[in-house]
């Protein structure tokens, strides 16, 4: 399930008709916010790829919001692009999570924006990369404690969903730098 923060600015909202005239950067990348319909489609499709059990809600929100919730559960007092929230119990070791719900995943989509800038790319597929990296950490996985077992799953992953360059490698590539 999508939800849309009321707080995003209007002119992204999924809602919007395709008549109106879409928002393209500079490099003819679509910097619209995809239909929720598009991104329930692709949860449900990179759910099934992580064999994550369960109900998912994806909540896209400001770079506010997802501070103040990075703020009450990380102790960050920062904005984020995502966070993952899984449920209590909700995934045991091998990976596959609880029958009714899995968890939920919160985005803020001008942190993915930026990032979809950053990347040369629509913020459809930076939204979508955010979202396998949520759907792994609810699947238990922890790219700060697994010695690259959620690296190698999220590059697996990314290749059969026919994404790019994900989080974990954006970031060890800063670190090199």
Do not use: C, W
């Amino acid at each position: 399930m999508i939800l849309l923060d009321p707080d995003l600015e209007p002119d992204s909202s999924p809602n919007t008709t395709s008549a109106k005239k879409k928002s393209v950067s500079a490099t003819g990348k679509n910097l619209r916010l995809p239909s929720a319909r598009a991104l329930a489609h692709f949860l449900a499709h990179a759910q099934k790829a992580v064999r994550l059990n369960g109900q998912v809600t994806v909540l896209l929100t400001t770079d506010a919001a997802i501070r103040k919730l990075n703020r009450q559960f990380r102790g960050k007092d920062k904005p984020t692009d995502v966070l993952s929230f899984p449920a209590e119990g909700s995934f045991p070791a091998n990976g596959i999570g609880a029958e009714k719900i899995a968890g939920d995943l919160a985005i803020s989509v001008p942190t993915a924006l930026r990032q979809a800038v950053e990347q040369s790319h629509s913020l459809s597929t930076e939204i979508k990369v955010l979202i396998l990296h949520g759907l792994l950490h609810l699947a238990g996985y922890d790219h700060e404690s697994d010695s690259g077992k959620m690296s190698r799953r999220e590059r697996l992953l990314r290749a059969k969903l026919g994404l790019p360059q994900g989080l974990i490698e954006r970031a060890a590539k800063v670190k090199k730098s």
